[in-house]
T-cell receptor
Framework: DGGITQSPKYLFRKEGQNVTLSCEQN?????MYWYRQDPGQGLRLIYY???????QKGDIAEGYSVSREKKESFPLTVTSAQKNPTAFYLC?????????????FGEGSRLTVL | GNSVTQMEGPVTLSEEAFLTINCTYT??????LFWYVQYPGEGLQLLLK?????DKGSNKGFEATYRKETTSFHLEKGSVQVSDSAVYFC???????FGAGTRLTVKP
């Protein structure tokens, strides 16, 4: 079955540690995205990528980093510079350019900083 | 610029009640419009979409009509069920951003 796989589903981190969230898609989509969702809030765009080896900052990129070495993979690193990293992180992908077409979402990764 | 304004929640209804969640947009041109649904602890799923003016998207008893005159894409359902409890997001597809969403709770 085609889809987007995020891992881990739950992650606990101590303050000062970096953590990497995995996002893999087998839909052959060109564009991939990372969103952050806080309790009772909407989605905020962290980073997006329209093509391999290229990515753009979204609205809240500070304290995060990404890479796009392969079309199917778009990992997100939450660095120690992110002041309030506890949140629900959603990865998505879409066919074609980043501003067209339906978004397909993974099931999310919930990060808790202890 | 492009944006959507979505009815703020939360919305609480009794089972079998009629649902309307308002969504208006500002956009250049005529972008596709989408409604996504997020069930507790999950990612978003596409609920329905409309790609041009006067199109009606429908799925699972939900409907929304792309109205150019009023720049609206309101979500409706004639009879909600407890299983419809979720957060609903309206989105423009020439903008990667989402609004705050509307939380719907349906009580038996």
């Amino acid at each position: 079955d085609g889809g987007i796989t995020q891992s881990p589903k739950y992650l606990f981190r101590k303050e000062g540690q970096n953590v990497t969230l995995s996002c893999e898609q087998n839909l052959n989509h060109d564009a991939m995205y990372w969103y952050r969702q806080d309790p009772g809030q909407g989605l905020r765009l962290i980073y997006y990528s329209q093509i391999v080896n290229d990515f753009q900052k979204g609205d809240i990129a500070e304290g995060y980093s990404v890479s796009r070495e392969k079309k199917e993979s778009f990992p997100l690193t939450v660095t120690s510079a992110q002041k309030n990293p506890t949140a629900f992180y959603l990865c998505a992908s879409s066919m074609g350019r980043a501003n067209t077409g339906e978004l397909f979402f993974g099931e999310g990764s919930r990060l808790t900083v202890l | 610029g492009n944006s959507v304004t979505q009815m703020e929640g939360p919305v609480t209804l009794s089972e079998e009640a009629f649902l309307t969640i308002n969504c208006t947009y500002t956009a250049t041109g005529y972008p596709s419009l989408f409604w996504y649904v997020q069930y507790p602890g999950e990612g978003l799923q596409l609920l329905l979409k409309a790609t041009k003016a006067d199109d009606k998207g429908s799925n699972k008893g939900f409907e929304a009509t792309y109205r150019k005159e009023t720049t609206s894409f309101h979500l409706e359902k004639g009879s909600v069920q407890v299983s419809d409890s979720a957060v609903y997001f309206c989105a423009l597809r020439n903008d990667m951003r989402f609004g705050a969403g509307t939380r719907l709770t349906v009580k038996p």
